[in-house]
């Protein structure tokens, strides 16, 4: 996947939306530049002239480094502690884990083309058939009615920046101001890619057009496998980790409408996202499916690390800046 936005005079990258949305990081660091900010100082051969005649023997050890370095690379840390501070049960890996917990689903799951370490593994309690794959195939062709209408979007989800706006967009989210709150779609970023991908080198699975051309897809898929959805994955688990940090819901008006709560438009928008990658004709059902159940259990292993955790650090410093939300 590939995200960038911008926020102050920094720009802030991360890797791959698709959630594979590609960087440009030759324009970012153009717009860097302009501001007086990052890129390339050109210097001449007298400039090491400046440097003074008696050069101190020592020098003071600097302060740390400001906690508010680069979000998207300081995303790691919290990959890290995703993979080694939970207790996963299959070869102690989230990937072999959620893989596990995909097959005992319900869900229909394509058939394992490299299995990961630890096995043997059980068979899936709902493998895709020859006739079940056609039916998915049918529901691509279905949602292709609705491109008319949701073209502009889905190119614009296509790329970084457009897929983030919708969330910063629907929180009135600003990456300059609302610091921990953005850190945390990223840390949801990051993780969701680590383990969609993942599970897409154990499947797989060719995209729909390539099982089917006539489906004719709106935009070109990633050179990545199709199952499970990445958009999808990443999608709920950016809805989910903020979920996770907005304030106590409250009672519902009377007569509410359908969606009356952030929550559930946060779960309305992870959705939207995923089938729009259906409509475009890059994804299968069974795709979405598989990325919102991964999300899942993507979010509960972050949720049951403990408070003083760095996730559950991240966790409270966005909660205040969400505390007007409905």
């Known amino acids: 996947m590939g995200f960038s936005a911008k926020g102050g005079h920094m720009t802030i990258t991360s890797d791959n939306l698709n959630l594979n949305l590609n960087l440009n990081l030759g324009a970012t660091a153009a717009v860097n530049s302009a501001l007086g900010y990052g890129g390339v ?6 400039f090491p002239k400046l440097n003074p005649p008696n050069f101190p023997a020592n020098l003071a050890l600097p302060t740390p480094y ?9 995303t790691w840390a919290y ?8 207790a996963w049960p299959t070869a102690n890996d989230p990937v072999t884990s959620i893989y596990t917990q995909l097959l005992a689903s319900p869900l229909f799951v394509p058939p394992t083309v490299t299995a990961p370490p630890g096995g043997p593994f059980p068979a899936a309690t709902n493998p895709l058939t020859t006739a079940e794959l056609a039916h ?10 609705d491109r008319a209408d949701r073209a502009l979007e889905i190119v614009d989800q296509a790329t970084g920046p457009g897929a983030l706006h919708y969330w910063t967009g629907m929180m009135r989210i600003d990456p300059s101001k609302d610091k921990f709150t953005f850190l945390l ?5 990051k993780i969701g890619e680590f383990v969609a991908m993942g599970l897409k080198d154990i499947f ?6 390539q099982v089917y051309p006539l ?8 050179d990545t496998p199709s199952f499970p959805s990445s958009h999808s994955t990443q999608a709920h688990l950016i809805s989910g980790v903020l979920q996770l940090a907005l304030p106590p819901l409250g009672p519902p008006p009377p007569a509410p409408p359908p969606v009356w709560n952030t929550r559930q438009a946060l779960d309305w928008l992870a959705g939207r996202v995923a089938y729009n990658r259906e409509v475009a004709g890059v994804h299968y059902r069974m795709d979405s499916d598989a990325g919102a159940f991964v999300a899942d259990q993507c979010l509960a292993a972050l949720a049951g690390l403990p408070g ?8 409270a410093a966005a909660t205040p800046e969400l505390q007007n939300m409905p």
């Open 41 to 46: 100082r050109y210097n001449t051969e007298d």
């Open 66 to 74: 400001p906690a508010d370095w680069d979000p998207e690379l300081r």
């Open 79 to 86: 990959v890290r502690e995703f993979i080694t501070a939970v």
């Open 136 to 145: 998915q195939v049918i529901i691509v062709l279905d949602a292709s009615i």
């Open 185 to 189: 779609m990223m840390v949801a970023l």
């Open 204 to 209: 797989k699975m060719r995209r729909p057009a």
């Open 215 to 222: 489906i004719v897809p709106l935009i070109d898929g990633p």
């Open 308 to 315: 003083g955790s760095l996730f559950g650090q991240l966790v």
